[in-house]
């Protein structure tokens, strides 16, 4: 059917935007003179994703997508970790420089795992009371609101998992100053996509 199909192009973009996050993601970047990760443009697809379908299809088969993702972030870290532990071959000259790109993805991927976990469940458990709260009116009202909460615990969770002490600068103060602004943009984004929200429940409704 072509809804089936639809139901998958979104589950592969979801998929995609988090390997994204937890490959290319450990680039930093300054957005208007902020330090943030390459992977933040990417962050708002998977809650995007999910609340299409937690409106669409309901909150058990936005939990199966966190769940199926779970499994393949795990996948992901275990893979990486053998990857990099592995000894190269004599004429691999390039061991040292594989080892700081994705050993440092192995943290990172780390953090990312148990912050998607937990701020995945929140956002949709939060859309899910908010939609019944509303009468599954005002899609705009739990799209925003689940996606502002669950982005704090997943940006506060990640940051703490993911940069705390790897250096003495990286104290709870310091984190914390990286985390409001980081926030900010998340919302900022979130705001954004509500249109895409909207077309996107439109779309996949129509079949």
């Known amino acids: 059917m072509e809804s089936d199909k639809k139901e998958l192009f979104l589950f592969a973009l979801f998929l995609t935007s988090m390997v994204l996050v937890n490959t290319i993601g450990t680039k930093i970047i300054s957005l208007f003179e902020v330090r943030v990760s390459v992977g933040?443009?990417?962050?708002?697809?998977?809650?995007?994703?999910?609340?299409?379908?937690?409106?669409?299809?309901?909150?058990?088969?936005?939990?199966?997508?966190?769940?199926?993702?779970?499994?393949?972030?795990?996948?992901?870290?275990?893979?990486v970790a053998l990857c990099v532990a592995i000894p190269p071959h004599s004429s691999y000259h390039l061991d040292s420089e594989y080892k700081d790109i994705f050993g440092s993805t192995l943290r990172m991927t780390l953090a990312s795992l148990i912050s998607f976990t937990v701020s995945q469940n929140i956002d949709i458990l939060i859309f899910s009371i908010v939609k019944k709260i509303t009468k599954e009116k005002h899609l705009w009202i739990?799209?925003?609101?689940?996606?502002?909460?669950?982005?704090?615990f997943d940006t506060t969770i990640f940051m703490f998992i993911a940069f705390y002490n790897i250096n003495p600068k990286f104290n709870t103060a310091f984190i914390v100053s990286l985390i409001i602004p980081y926030w900010i943009f998340k919302v900022i984004f979130a705001l954004i996509d509500t249109p895409f929200c909207y077309l996107g429940v439109k779309w996949l409704k129509k079949d």
């Open 142 to 152: 739990r799209n925003n609101i689940s996606t502002m909460i669950s982005q704090l």
């Open 40 to 79: 933040i443009f990417f962050m708002p697809i998977l809650f995007l994703v999910t609340d299409i379908i937690g409106e669409v299809k309901g909150k058990k088969r936005a939990l199966y997508y966190v769940r199926l993702s779970t499994i393949m972030l795990i996948f992901l870290f275990l893979m």
